[in-house]
């Protein structure tokens, strides 16, 4: 079984900054790619960062310049540096990771139960 947890939510002003952290735990063989999500009300879950295995990492135009998401391969983790934050960041915000559990086994995407980011004056 893997479960995934975030940590690092909070309240912060606009333009703060507020970093969060996912670790994956359980049995795990391999991760493949990792990603951040968030969710506000009201809205579908959209894509916060993805990175690869490899490095490779994608950001929409929402949070480009702003987020940094990177990976601790060693620990399991993920985290997701916020910078310049803006009231429309606020959202629920979940981790997830394509986990290998057993070797040659397809692998399967798990999620994080989430975190609560709230940007306000």
């Known amino acids: 079984q893997v479960q995934l947890v975030e940590s690092g939510g909070g309240l912060v002003q606009p333009g703060g900054s507020l970093r969060l952290s996912c670790a994956a735990s359980?049995?795990?063989?391999?991760?493949?790619?990792m990603g951040w999500y968030r969710q506000a009300p009201g809205k579908q879950r959209e894509l916060v960062a993805t990175?690869?295995?490899?490095?490779?990492?994608n950001y929409p135009e929402t949070v480009k310049g702003r987020f940094t998401i990177s990976r601790d391969n060693a620990k399991k983790t993920v985290s997701l540096q916020m910078n310049s934050l803006k009231p429309e960041d606020t959202a629920v915000y979940y981790c997830?990771?394509?986990?290998?559990?057993?070797?040659?086994?397809?692998?399967?995407?798990?999620w994080g139960q989430g975190t609560q980011v709230t940007v306000s004056s």
């Open positions: 359980g049995s795990i063989f391999s991760i493949n790619d």
């Open positions: 990175i690869t295995s490899g490095g490779s990492i």
């Open positions: 997830n990771a394509y986990v290998r559990v057993v070797p040659n086994m397809r692998v399967n995407v798990y």
